[in-house]
């Protein structure tokens, strides 16, 4: 009979992991970034990299894209945790060179871990895999690029050929890489933003013009009330927190909703200050709603109707600057609260009680992360959120505003860079008028669209500057299965991940210098440039010397291609490009809108703020030109009898794709990610057991199911019906069809699954042992090298 386990609840657990790191004695975050630093890094390089991150005078984080404060207002050591271990794995001393892909051929490699894989260190020498080879071999650079030229250049189309982008890549080498593309010919451009943010771009767009975030860092902190939904900031973007404890001190009010009651939202300790180090730290929700997976539309429908009944409105913006009001409020008016509470798994009572902290602010700051924007109506969803803004003019003056925080450091700039396959003509005629050639005007591939090309034959060329694109997608095996279609695949990378193993008929892998690493590219100091969540654009200039002496700048490799798949086609100084990227600057000046004076801009401490005229103006350029009211139907997503919500999550130890390590401290994990949380009532009602083994198996409306094997069950404070579980383990239970409708992003939440013990296991089996979640996490190059057996205990 099936006993009801303890809750892993994370009530009394305090976070202590500091916003802008400072070295604590005995403070858990410091400690484990700096045990990791200095066993990877040694003491001179964690100094050398450490006290320049995020620095006027440094380089920008390879992280997360939360904005820095002012110059003066930095602290020396103005980082996270996770930052540390994002630094660590870019400037580790561990290298994987020639001798490592001659020991390990594609079959051994395949059968690794991707924790494995990334702890192998910097790749040093550009490798090939040739036809029918069993092993990675290096080539030179030369003979790289001219791969990669026959290939692109015997395509029947350049619509054959897919170039993705990562979020990391600076704003030089985006602008270089779109300008390559479209010379090339097509705009086949996918990037990170796809499979993340997409539906923000898009829904934003449509209601207030521009896709961008309308706040700044000090609006955060002047905010009276900061409503945060679908995120964690507390692994995902932890200088957050030091933003947040900010506001709590002027007085803001916090509102947390999310289905997990996540350790960064409770209490925050942050070492900077002393009573971070011995106190008990910052109360950071004031508020948390345990909102069911996919009911957030419905709770901010909810919301829309109680301000509107109260009339906590503000008249005078909804006059001025709105269109639909009308239409908008006559849906509120007609709410049915049987569907919002069914929906949402709240009472009426806790909805209330956010939306009386919500009319009582006179300046909210609306955050928000993938928790909202990964279903099927993500994009209704954003648009949600600004209706209730509008509601109460929370658009265009200090203290308030719309903000998406971005989970990657430059993603964001690569798309004001142009890095989108669905380009503005505006932009494709700046590019015209700027370089001499006609752009392709068609649209191209999205990620999703991308894999089908590969699947369906259309595509034969794969190029990814930078990430791990099949880790990162959804439907892991259709991914896989569709790149290995590919006629070439080539991978512009810092370490090994799973995308190098899953190949074409040929693959390259053209290793890249780092952010933290000096570019001496043309025979002088270069620096690059990013924006960060905020529109603000700063230089980046890394400290350390290379990994290696074959590695080339992400602008060299993508100017070097050019050159050998282009020539002279166009007049385009790709060797000027390439040597000085003070010429790409002046070219961004006149192609990019609000770009002009770039490299002047950004000589200035902190660089520029990018224009955004609902920010600055409360002016929409939207169809209507006003901001825009939207009505979207109240839906409950119904799960059968037996099964529960899945949302894809990251662990604490992991950065996107990037496995730092094998624990989660803040949910009580340690060594090992196949773990599934669930609420202990669920657990005695499938009639499991705490720490039993099943698969899981996600159900489709076309009766397809997909299963990812072997995961542990784990109690954890989630609303019931609801679990949770990490990605990229669990992207192989989304088909490429599951997607946000008008942004085509893969709906990663919201999986309706059921969970199936493995036959010959008993629960009591192997079940881990429950104590107190430990203050520090270990670290080492780990003993799990298989991808499907990954021992763990909890701790």
Known sequence: MSRKPPSRDIDERELEVSGSAHAAAGVTAVAVSMKRSLEQMGVRRTAQSLLKLNQVDGF???????????????????????????????ATLRRAGPGFFREHSLADLADKSDYWLGQQGRITEPMVLRAGATHYEPISWDGAFELIGR???????PDEAVFYTSGKTSNEAAFVYQLFVRAFGTNNLPDCSNMCHESTSVGLAEVIGIGKASVSYDDVLEAELIVIAGQNPGTNHPRMLTALEEAKKNGAKIIAINPLKEAGLVRFKNPQRPKGVVGHGTGIADLHLAVRINGDLALFQAIGSLLLAWGELDRDFIDQHTFGFEEYAAHLRALDWDLVLASTGLTRVEIEAAARMIAASGKTVYCWAMGLVQHK???ANVKEIANVAFLQGNIGKPGAGLFPVRGHSNVQGDRTMGIWERPPGHFLDALRDE??????????????AAVKA????????????????VAAMSDTAVTEDALRQAELTVHVSTKPNRSHVVHGREALILPALGRSEKDLTGGQPQRVTVEDSVCA??????????ASSHLRSEVDIVCSMALATLGDRHSIPWAAFRDDYTEIRHRIARVVPGCAGYDEKVDQPGGFVLPHPPRDTRTFPTEKDLAIFTVSPTEVLHVPEGRLLLQTMRSHDQFNTTIYGLDDRYRGIKNGRRVVFVNPDDIVGLGLEEGQIVDIVSEWEDGSERRAPRFRVVSY???????????????????LNSKAEGSNQPAFKSVIVRLEAVVGEQPGEGRPELSEPSGAAENGRGDEEKRHVEPFHLS
Do not use: I, M
């Open 435 to 448: 370089f001499g050639f006609e752009p392709p005007r068609e649209d191209g591939f999205d990620a999703v």
């Open 60 to 90: 920008d984080c390879q992280g997360c894209a939360w904005p820095d404060p002012d110059p003066e207002h930095r602290h020396t050591a103005e980082f996270c945790e996770n930052g540390a271990k994002a630094v660590t794995e870019e």
């Open 151 to 157: 290939h692109l250049n015997g395509l029947a189309s």
């Open 454 to 469: 590969f699947r369906d034959g259309h595509a034969k060329v794969f190029f990814g500057l930078g990430g791990n694109f």
């Open 717 to 735: 404070d989630t609303p019931r019906g609801c679990t949770g579980a990490y990605y990229p383990e669990t992207n192989a239970l989304v088909p």
């Open 537 to 546: 654009v700063h230089a980046s200039q890394g400290p350390l010397p290379p």
């Open 377 to 379: 109506n993500g994009v």
